[in-house]
């Protein structure tokens, strides 16, 4: 069983940064995958990023590519999302997310975990 604690999220002028942090409990060996989704009223959860534990590889939608950064710390057990050049596009519930495969990372139905989400907002 794995637990996800979301830390960060809040409220940014566009063009500004926010970092989100989610810490895993549990076992995060072999194949563990982490991955942050994003959600607004009324639409379905989209993919944001992905990260693999074991080689670090990682996964970006279009939409976020060149301003987004997915990292993690392995002795931690924590994943990161550094958002940068914020778009109020970008505001929406993000969730974080884990899975114990490396197939599949950009769907949400491949992951196991969620966190219980947290708001960002960019303003205009």
């Known amino acids: 069983q794995v637990q996800l604690v979301e830390f960060g999220g809040g409220l940014v002028q566009a063009g500004g940064s926010l970092r989100l942090s989610c810490a895993a409990s549990?076992?995060?060996?072999?194949?563990?995958?982490m991955g942050w989704f994003r959600q607004t009223p009324g639409q379905e959860r989209e993919f944001v990023a992905a990260?693999?534990?074991?080689?670090?590889?990682?996964n970006y939608a279009d939409s976020v590519k060149g301003r987004f950064t997915i990292s993690k710390d392995n002795a931690k057990n924590t994943v990161y999302l550094q958002m940068n050049s914020l778009k109020p596009e970008d505001t929406a519930v993000y969730y974080c997310?884990?899975?114990?495969?490396?197939?599949?990372?950009?769907?949400?139905?491949?992951?196991?975990?969620w966190g219980q989400g947290t708001q960002v907002t960019v303003s205009s």
């Open positions: 549990g076992r995060t060996a072999g194949s563990f995958t």
């Open positions: 997310a884990a899975t114990y495969t490396t197939l599949g990372v950009r769907v949400g139905a491949s992951y196991d975990y």
């Open positions: 990260i693999t534990f074991s080689l670090g590889r990682t």
